[in-house]
């Protein structure tokens, strides 16, 4: 019983390097989002997809790139990693369609510092 | 997009005594309103929540309530024991009942003193 899975759990980024965070979920829902944790700020939405093959841009998506190929994986990339993306990185999903269908499930979260 | 506040930012209470956290929302359309738990390096759980045609719910030692005229809700923890330490999150559901997005509070560090 997976539930979310994020990997890399650690990872130490140069400025300007570039990496992909990937998400699974293996509870067949339709809605996955990336959120990112900073002190103070709680949780901020990031980028998230209503469903494979789809995107949206949340409250704080410059720098970030997104893609849902298949149903089941969403991944976060960055292209150019710049210090102010130093933050934990929270995966997310939730399915459709049942009245109790609002539970967001979260993965185990992701520490990228960037240096 | 929502806009959630969340106070107090910090909190500490001594074991037994009771813990209230509010939130306030901007969005009239929000009509559901889940609290985490976030345990120091774990991820955040859902621990309980209110839907908009609700006023009170509860969940033993937990409740929540919702003023939807003055948007806001809160959390309650009675009976505060060392384990309840950790940083709890309100979070609103924008965007009516099919709300793609959710938005969170900044989140309060609870300390509960033995």
């Known amino acids: 019983n997976a539930g979310v899975t994020q990997t890399p759990k650690f990872r130490v980024l140069k400025t300007g390097q570039s990496m992909t965070l990937l998400c699974a979920q293996d509870?067949?829902?339709?809605?996955m989002y990336w959120y990112r944790q900073d002190p103070g700020m709680g949780l901020r939405l990031i980028h998230y997809s209503v469903g494979e093959g789809t995107t949206a841009k949340g409250e704080v998506p410059d720098g970030y790139n997104v893609s849902r190929l298949k149903k089941q994986n969403f991944l976060l990339g960055l292209e150019s990693a710049a210090p102010s993306q130093t933050s934990v990185y929270f995966c997310?999903?939730?399915?459709?369609?049942?009245?109790?269908?609002?539970?967001?499930?979260f993965g185990e979260g992701s520490w990228l510092t960037v240096v | 997009g929502e806009n959630v506040e969340q106070h107090p930012s910090t909190l500490s209470v001594q074991e037994g005594d009771s813990a209230v956290i509010k939130c306030t929302y901007s969005d009239s359309a929000s009509n559901y309103f889940p609290w985490y738990k976030q345990e120091l390096g774990k991820r955040p759980q859902l621990i309980i929540d209110i839907r908009s045609n609700v006023g009170e719910k509860k969940d033993q030692r937990i409740a929540v309530t919702l003023n939807k005229t003055a948007k806001h809700f809160s959390l309650h923890i009675t009976e505060t024991q060392p384990e309840d330490s950790a940083v709890y999150f309100c979070a609103a559901q924008y965007g009516g009942p099919s709300g793609n997005q959710f938005y969170f509070g900044t989140g309060t560090s609870l300390t509960v003193i033995p």
């Open positions: 509870m067949n829902h339709e809605y």
């Open positions: 997310a999903s939730r399915e459709i369609g049942r009245p109790a269908a609002n539970t967001i499930y």
